[in-house]
T-cell receptor
Framework: DQQVKQNSPSLSVQEGRISILNCDYT??????FLWYKKYPAEGPTFLIS?????DKNEDGRFTVFLNKSAKHLSLHIVPSQPGDSAVYFC????????????FGEGTQLTVNP | SAVISQKPSRDICQRGTSLTIQCQVD?????MFWYRQQPGQSLTLIAT?????????ESGFVIDKFPISRPNLTFSTLTVSNMSPEDSSIYLC????????????FGPGTRLTVT
């Protein structure tokens, strides 16, 4: 049972444009969401997170939006840069679960110069 | 943030043997975890490494197959026992630092190939 899903395995965007990565979840108990970026041969790097009490969190070029009623979150990268090319993982957690993370399958983002 | 190192970075092992992966964090952390990423798949939590006590395993993972130690706040080991080709994966250690809510920092991973 895949509780966190990223339905797009890949996304290609032109440099300078917006990248939008999507994530859906099924477990309504999830109350904290995170995005990670992963380069080949490296571990995932934490990018940005959002609590379920918010609907938006912004950090520089990265903004995460949360729609609890739709059980959907998205990561916006503006403007996209070639160095953003990586696999992006969405993850979810439950406050009382001891920080255990459930990950989506990942989306390969390619930003073309 | 915490800096996490893992040893070895990769290994090729014969089936039936065991491999121990080490994870070292550069600062004291509250929680440490072990994940597996099978080829083309997402990260799956194996267990939470508890200091001074038995690890807490997720459904589908057992101590006999994946024994874990955490003797102090900055070090943990994961052993993959009696390996088969299905154990070929990237194994990742992560840690949650003090004061952070849910964010975890990951090591670079250990790429294991079982032949």
């Amino acid at each position: 049972d895949q509780q966190v899903k990223q339905n797009s395995p890949s996304l290609s965007v032109q440099e300078g444009r917006i990248s939008i990565l999507n994530c859906d979840y099924t477990n309504s108990m999830f109350d904290y969401f995170l995005w990670y970026k992963k380069y080949p041969a490296e571990g995932p790097t934490f990018l940005i997170s959002i609590s379920s009490i918010k609907d938006k969190n912004e950090d520089g070029r990265f903004t995460v939006f949360l729609n609890k009623s739709a059980k959907h979150l998205s990561l916006h990268i503006v403007p996209s840069q070639p160095g953003d090319s990586a696999v992006y993982f969405c993850a979810a957690s439950i406050e009382t679960s001891g920080s255990r993370l459930t990950f989506g399958e990942g989306t390969q983002l390619t930003v073309n110069p | 943030s915490a800096v996490i190192s893992q040893k070895p970075s990769r290994d090729i092992c014969q089936r039936g043997t065991s491999l121990t992966i080490q994870c070292q964090v550069d600062s004291q952390v509250t929680m440490m975890f072990w994940y597996r990423q099978q080829p083309g798949q997402s990260l799956t939590l194996i267990a939470t490494a508890n200091q001074g006590s038995e690890a807490t395993y997720e459904s589908g993972f057992v101590i006999d197959k994946f024994p874990i130690s955490r003797p102090n706040l900055t070090f943990s080991t994961l052993t993959v026992s009696n390996m088969s080709p299905e154990d070929s994966s990237i194994y990742l250690c992560s840690a949650r630092a003090r004061g952070l809510h849910h964010e975890q920092y990951f090591g670079p991973g250990t790429r294991l190939t079982v032949t």
